[in-house]
Nanobody, 128 residues
Framework: QVQLVESGGGLVQAGGSLRLSCAAS????????MGWFRQAPGKEREFVSA????????YVADSVKGRFTISRDNAKNTVYLQMNSLKPEDTAIYFC?????????????????????WGQGTQVTVSS
């Protein structure tokens, strides 16, 4: 049974930092691209960042470029999202997702419907 468990969310002041983690189990992690998405109240889920199976390529949404960094540790079956210079508009539930995919196409990795598995999400709240 595949499980993705996010952690690291919380309440932080604007300008602060958080590091999200997503621990995967029940799958061969190195066969999966990983993504982070977020959903704010009343809004659709949106792409935040993705990383290819090897970690060799990373993509981030324009809204977080220069502030968020995705990484992965295949030995630990974990993907991370380092979030710096947080803004109130970053407030959302953050989800990690896994896609069985060894390609590198951005248009695939930014699309939520492409992902096979999802975590339950972790709340990030940024106060002004």
């Amino acid at each position: 049974q595949v499980q993705l468990v996010e952690s690291g969310g919380g309440l932080v002041q604007a300008g602060g930092s958080l590091r999200l983690s997503c621990a995967a189990s029940g799958l061969t992690f190195s066969n999966y691209a990983m993504g982070w998405f977020r959903q704010a109240p009343g809004k659709e889920r949106e792409f935040v960042s993705a990383i290819t199976w090897s970690g060799g390529r990373q993509y981030v949404a324009d809204s977080v470029k220069g502030r968020f960094t995705i990484s992965r540790d295949n030995a630990k079956n974990t993907v991370y999202l380092q979030m710096n210079s947080l803004k109130p508009e970053d407030t959302a539930i953050y989800f990690c997702a896994a896609k069985g995919y060894r390609g590198t196409y951005y248009n695939v990795l930014k699309t939520s419907n492409e992902y096979n598995y999802w975590g339950q999400g972790t709340q990030v709240t940024v106060s002004s």
